[in-house]
Structure formats: C-alpha cells, structure tokens
C-alpha cells in the first residue's frame, strides 16, 4: 500500500538572510580598494588643492596662515587672467562647436555604412589615439607654419594662390584645429553609440511619409542622440579647458589658455596659492559643465516620459 505524500514546503528560517549579509560584505570589501585610491589619489589632493588657494605665502615662501581669498580677487580683477579665461572659454566652445559638426556626419557613416566603411572610418578615427598628442601637435605645426616650409603655405603657393602667407600659426585658430583633431573621437564615440541604438524603422517611417532627409535627420535623429551629444560637449569641452600641450606649441604667448598660466605661476613665479587657484577655478569651470550637461539630459529624458504617459 503506497502513500501519497505532498512535498514539504521549506519555511525561510531566520539564518537564510545570513548569505545575503555576507555577500554585501563581500561586495564592500571588493570595492574598498577602489575607495581607498580614490581617497588617496583624488580626494586628498584636491582638498591639499583647495587648501593652498586660500592660504598664505609671505616673502620667505612658507606657505600657511592666515586663511584669504584675495588670489581668487586677483585672478578675476587682474585684465591679464581674465583675457585667458576668456580665450580658454573660447577656444573650448568653439572646439567643441567644431566637434559637433564634424562628429555627426563622421558617426552616421561609422553606424548607417556598410560594415566596411564603417571599420575604415573608426580604424581612421581611433589609430591617432596611439600617437602622442605632442607627437601629433608638432605635425600640425609643421602644417600651419608661418612661412612657405609651412604645408599649407606650400599647397597654397603650388595652386597658384601668389606669395602671401597664410599666418594660422600662434592664434586661436591654430589652437582650435589641433584640439580638434585631438578631441574629435571623444565626440564621435558617444555619438556613434547613440546612433547606434536609435532604430532605424524610426527613419525610415518619416521618410515614408515624405520627410526629406534634413527633416529626418532634425525631428528623428538628432532629438534622439540628444544623450551621446551632451556626452560628447562635456568630454571635448572639459578637455579642451585643461589641455596645456596643444595651446604651448600651437598658441605661443598669443593664445595662451588657463593651464599654460597654471604653469607660469608654479614653474617661473613659485606662487603656488595663485596656481591654486587658477586650477580650482578650472576644475570648477568642469564641474559646472558636466553639471549643466547632466542638468539637460535628465530634463531630456523627463519630458520623453512625460509624452510617452501622455500617449
């Protein structure tokens, strides 16, 4: 005679929850090695940062009490700092305005090309990443060079364009085109990988509905790679306003940027509370960057849900 016997049901005991304990101590000890070089590497000298912008450094060089903000007063009354500011500000939109333009057209062709073209122009795009940006800045002034050695100069003059010189070297320009040249993957990237996630049925029913194709690309394409586009500002913006190399051997003493004065004031005046200062008013300046970026893209994403509830 056989039973028949339902099977038990194992109630959760008190001392189940006891794996999940140690699997979350588990994971906070993994991730305090991480903790512990961003405290020692980022935390702590950014607070060393700060602290030296707001103290004091008498004649003999000590640098300590007492506690003043007149760096920050004379970095923003001084004409001089404020015309780098300003052309730091400047060469950084226009970097970035640059990248924007020249960053679409480059990632459409990498995601809407065949494969093959697609690897050609990101083979073309990454492969100067393994160059050194003073490696590649010193090219471009053997391009932009004042004189007729220059190889812009030397094309112009071989197609007919008479004997002036076309002077981009030591300018902003010359500034803008090696940031450009450097910084452009950073935008083409995250643009890239918007566009990529994009579905092109999505196209394809505007066009169908006899959108052109700037219509498409304006009310389709761009509202939806809006995320990889403020990703792509903040990285070439943010970049752009720290880099020192490029603005040294491009802008000379006429466009000059807040890192190339950063390392005047340590390296030629020893005024470390100034050079403080112009590097916390920089990593401020990114700061409010990355802030207002973030700032758009999450009020981007709130109104996509509200239309999506909407509808």
Do not use: C
């Not at 999940?20 to 590497?41: D, K, N, T, Y």
């Not at 509202?223 to 903040?234: E, K, V």
């Not at 970049?239 to 802008?251: C, D, E, F, M």
């Amino acid at each position: 005679m056989t039973t028949d016997t339902a099977p038990s049901l194992a109630l959760p005991q008190a001392g189940a929850r006891r794996p999940l304990g140690r699997a979350r101590s588990g994971g906070a000890l993994m991730v305090l090695p991480a903790l512990i070089f961003l405290v020692v590497f980022f935390i702590v000298p950014v607070a060393i940062l700060f602290s030296y912008s707001v103290l004091t450094q008498p004649q003999n060089g000590v640098i300590g009490l007492p506690l003043t903000l007149s760096h920050y007063g004379h970095l923003l009354d001084t004409p001089l700092y404020l015309h780098v500011l300003a052309i730091t500000l400047r060469i950084s939109l226009w970097t970035a305005g640059l990248s924007v333009l020249l960053g679409y057209p480059v990632a459409l062709t990498i995601v809407r090309g065949t494969p093959l073209v697609g690897r050609i122009v990101t083979i073309i795009l990454v492969a100067p990443l393994v160059v050194s940006i003073v490696v590649r800045t010193y090219g471009w002034q053997l391009v932009l060079a004042n004189n007729h050695s220059g190889v812009a100069n030397w094309v112009l003059s071989f197609l007919g364009f008479g004997p002036a010189v076309l002077r981009v070297m030591y300018t902003e320009t010359a500034v803008v085109v090696g940031s450009l040249h450097v910084f452009l993957p950073m935008m083409v990237l995250p643009l890239a990988s918007s566009l990529a996630r994009i579905n092109p049925s999505l196209e394809e029913a505007a066009r169908t509905l006899g959108a052109p194709a700037w219509r498409v690309f304006a009310r389709v394409t761009f509202p939806l790679s809006i995320p990889g586009l403020i990703a792509g500002l903040t990285i070439v913006f943010s970049l752009t306003a720290a880099s020192y190399v490029t603005p040294a051997i491009l802008g000379g003493n006429y466009a000059q940027m807040l890192g190339n004065l950063l390392e005047q004031q340590v390296v030629s005046v020893y005024d470390w509370p100034l050079s403080s200062a112009i590097a916390v008013v920089m990593v401020v300046l990114t700061f409010v960057v990355n802030g207002l970026s973030v700032f758009l893209l999450e009020r981007r994403l709130k109104t996509r849900r509200r239309l999506s509830e909407a509808r």
